[in-house]
């Protein structure tokens, strides 16, 4: 065979090779992966990449590990470890940190109407004798991550201790308390659709939860009388600020028969009582000089209560309530009880709303329509919760940086970038503040550097402990030093 036939043979495969890229297409899977191929029929794909492999294969990735190169540099020495015990040593390395970041220079916290209005106004909230932080948002805050090191950092900063809200059924990692039960107990989420759908009620309160000791039943008369109970201490990996609580708070609801509770410290009993069961809301609360060492609660009763959860404050200073949500993507309020949670929230008073959400639509986002309407989905559900909570205010965080695997390397998913600036945008307009996570991250594709340098998880979704960290710590000294500039 002559040279130039097979040259002509090589060159023409390759076209083909080529032409067939422009019938490929991004097509999202079941499993939220964003796949590119050419599809036949309804089920069947051809995995081919799209035109855009040429220009992803000189694409530079140099910008987004400088990126990160400077965050660490200018973050190093400033993040709080769990192992410091004294206010003093960590006061002083707050305070010889602080110049490290300039306000704003690493993930911008956007502000709605005048800038220096809404900073004063919130640096008051923060001085008051006791300041209440609710923090909503998806598996990126589960297990008290990122809340836990904000919370330490702000008690630090304005007074305060305790690590707020937690549920007595624990179903994942939780560093902040030590909490062990016996008995029955089950947590039912609102969040959780499936489990919604067996019970046959919408009171699910603040924190979007509850925990019950005996299951739901018709024939309630025939119910043997059950007992349950949760001990709690402080957790020793936690910081040394959420390990100092003098105020204990059992919230619930929905109680219609007879439940008694015995409160003891170690072994001395404290208290022996009986809850009330009028079905309404209500809050048990205990006061301690000192925090105890040790708490143990017992309760009896043929129905259990609707347990809402436990808080565990200090008298003073900053609280701050992590309530995680796994898979939510922060449009479930409007579908609770709303009487049930202006109860709550007017017992527990929150004075600022953090919401956290939008990494679990980005997988499936595929038109700019979709898009608005979860905006303006997320936007309407946190007015929801404003109109519970007149006087709060509100700032919502936008996702980071996720990838997705595109013609063979991983990606920034398409739809990331609109969706920051569609949040910021909508969340303005609706007097929230916004931090973009998403540019505090560096940025398109800058996920990539993250895994690498150990800074999130192979999910290419979830911080790694060290990521969190950091991440947190660009948004304290951001708030911060936003705060320190106003008088």
């Known amino acids: 065979m002559q040279p130039k036939k097979i040259l002509l043979f090589i060159v023409g495969v390759l076209i083909a090779l080529f032409a067939m890229t422009f019938f490929s297409r991004y097509h999202t899977t079941a499993s939220g992966m964003v796949r590119e191929g050419i599809v036949f029929g309804n089920n069947a794909m051809l995995r081919y990449p799209t035109p855009d492999i040429l220009g992803m294969l000189f694409k530079n990735t140099e910008k987004e590990n400088k990126r990160l190169d400077e965050l660490i540099k200018k973050t190093e020495g400033s993040i709080v470890d769990e192992k410091t015990k004294t206010l003093?040593?960590?006061?002083?390395?707050?305070?010889?940190?602080?110049?490290?970041?300039?306000?704003?220079?690493?993930?911008?916290?956007?502000?709605?109407?005048?800038?220096?209005?809404?900073?004063?106004?919130?640096?008051?909230?923060?001085?008051?004798?006791?300041?209440?932080?609710?923090?909503?948002?998806?598996?990126?805050?589960?297990?008290?991550?990122?809340?836990?090191?904000?919370?330490?950092?702000?008690?630090l900063a304005y007074e305060g201790g305790g690590p707020g809200f937690f549920p007595i059924k624990v179903v994942y990692n939780q560093n902040s308390i030590d909490i062990n039960t016996t008995g029955n107990w089950v947590r039912y989420a609102f969040f959780d659709r499936k489990q919604r759908r067996t019970v046959k009620h919408d009171m699910y309160g603040l924190f979007a939860t509850y925990s019950r000791f005996t299951p739901y039943s018709k024939d309630t008369a025939s119910m043997p009388v059950s007992k349950a109970s949760f001990t709690l201490k402080p957790s020793k990996k936690s910081y040394a600020r959420l390990q100092n609580y003098t105020i204990f708070g059992l919230h619930y609801g929905n109680a219609h028969s007879k439940i008694s509770i015995r409160?003891?410290?170690?072994?001395?009993?404290?208290?022996?009582?009986?809850?009330?069961?009028?079905?309404?809301?209500?809050?048990?609360?205990?006061?301690?000089?000192?925090?105890?060492?040790?708490?143990?609660v017992e309760l009896e009763g043929r129905v259990s209560a609707d347990f809402y959860g436990i808080t565990l404050d200090a008298a003073r200073g900053v609280r701050m309530d992590n309530v995680a949500m796994r898979g939510e993507a922060g449009r479930i309020f409007t579908r609770m009880n709303y009487e049930n949670y202006r109860q709550m929230s007017v017992d527990r008073q929150p004075d600022f709303f953090i919401f956290q959400y939008g990494g679990n639509t980005i997988p499936y986002m595929k038109t700019d329509q979709q898009l608005k309407e979860y905006v303006e989905g997320l936007i309407y559900n946190m007015n929801w919760v404003k109109r519970a909570n007149p006087k709060a205010m509100f700032m919502l965080l936008g996702p980071g940086d996720m990838t997705t695997s595109r013609n063979g390397k991983r990606l920034t998913y398409p739809f990331l970038p609109k969706l920051n600036e569609l949040m910021k945008e909508e969340a303005l307009k609706n007097g929230i503040a916004y931090f973009s996570m998403y540019e505090a991250m560096g940025g398109e594709n800058a996920m990539i550097t993250w895994v690498k340098e150990g800074m999130a998880a192979s999910d290419y979704v979830h911080f790694s402990p060290k990521g969190t960290k950091l991440i947190s710590e660009v948004f304290y000294q951001c708030l911060h030093n936003d705060l320190a500039a106003v008088e």
């Open 88 to 155: 003093t040593e960590n006061d002083s390395l707050v305070k010889d940190s602080l110049h490290k970041l300039e306000s704003n220079t690493e993930g911008k916290i956007y502000y709605p109407g005048n800038k220096i209005d809404y900073l004063k106004q919130l640096k008051a909230k923060l001085h008051q004798s006791s300041c209440q932080i609710v923090h909503y948002g998806d598996s990126q805050i589960e297990g008290d991550r990122i809340t836990g090191y904000v919370r330490n950092r702000l008690q």
């Open 263 to 296: 409160v003891y410290e170690g072994s001395n009993l404290l208290r022996k009582d009986t809850l009330i069961s009028d079905g309404k809301y209500h809050n048990y609360k205990i006061s301690f000089a000192t925090t105890p060492k040790e708490l143990r």
